[in-house]
């Protein structure tokens, strides 16, 4: 079994910084994929980027490309989201999440492609 735990979370102001984390515990070793989703009030979960545990592929959302880097570090279970520019469309709760087998490229966005996911941390962008 996989756990994943987020943290990181807050209130912060337009144009603010903030680092996500998510650690995961158990079977580390059995998951390939791992992903940040988001979900805003009132709207569907959306995905917002994913990496491989070697770090050699990412993809991102185009409403985060150049402000928001994702990275891994198998060794300490630990997958970041750096979060840059911040804007007030960004709140959301923020979801990790992982894969149990390989998963490439198109596919990645889906969330119904992820097997394991945290319990989410808030995300407050005021403007």
């Known amino acids: 079994q996989v756990q994943l735990v987020e943290s990181g979370g807050g209130l912060v102001q337009a144009g603010a910084s903030l680092r996500l984390s998510c650690v995961v515990s158990?079977?580390?070793?059995?998951?390939?994929?791992m992903g940040w989703f988001r979900q805003g009030p009132g709207k569907e979960r959306e995905f917002v980027a994913a990496?491989?545990?070697?770090?050699?592929?990412?993809s991102y959302a185009d409403s985060v490309k150049g402000r928001f880097t994702i990275s891994s570090v198998f060794a300490r279970s630990t997958v970041w989201l750096q979060m840059n520019s911040l804007k007030p469309e960004d709140t959301a709760v923020y979801y990790c999440?992982?894969?149990?087998?390989?998963?490439?490229?198109?596919?990645?966005?889906?969330?119904?492609?992820?097997?394991?996911w945290g319990q989410g941390t808030q995300v407050t962008v005021s403007s």
């Open positions: 999440a992982a894969t149990q087998a390989p998963l490439y490229g198109g596919r990645r966005p889906n969330p119904d492609a992820y097997d394991y």
């Open positions: 158990g079977r580390t070793s059995s998951t390939y994929v």
């Open positions: 990496i491989t545990w070697s770090g050699s592929s990412t």
